[in-house]
């Protein structure tokens, strides 16, 4: 499975962006594909999930609200709308995927990862 990222970029506080995950290769029935990212000097951390072949979805506290995860099965991409971006946005963000897996935050449970793709939120 290969995972590319794209869409991010530099956008002031209160904007918008949208994440997309174009997923190739290996496609699996059930799984999940999910948003992460790191800030500088922070670890890894769990943003958005979507089950691949339900829809079913969530999200980090910190951003329940404000972004939202959806899937095209058709296109094999995922995307991550992120809406009033703050500051505290700013990181790397990276698309995984995981065949079998529900829903987990947990980033170890995930085989499968895309380069990331740098959003910085401006004050």
């Known amino acids: 499975v290969q995972l590319q990222a794209s869409g991010g970029g530099l956008v002031q506080a209160g904007g918008s962006l949208r994440l997309s995950c174009a997923v190739s290769?290996?496609?699996?029935?059930?799984?999940?594909v999910a948003w992460f990212r790191q800030a500088p000097g922070k670890e890894r951390e769990f943003v958005s999930g979507?089950?691949?072949?339900?829809?079913?979805?969530n999200y980090a506290d910190s951003v329940k609200g404000r972004f939202t995860i959806s899937r095209d099965n058709a296109k094999n991409t995922v995307y991550l709308q992120m809406n009033s971006l703050k500051p505290e946005d700013t990181a790397v963000y990276y698309c995984?995927?995981?065949?079998?897996?529900?829903?987990?935050?947990?980033?170890?449970?995930?085989?499968?990862w895309g380069q990331g793709t740098l959003v910085t939120v401006s004050s």
């Open positions: 995984a995927a995981a065949a079998g897996v529900w829903l987990s935050t947990n980033r170890r449970m995930y085989g499968y």
């Open positions: 290769g290996r496609t699996f029935s059930s799984g999940t």
């Open positions: 979507i089950g691949w072949s339900t829809g079913s979805t």
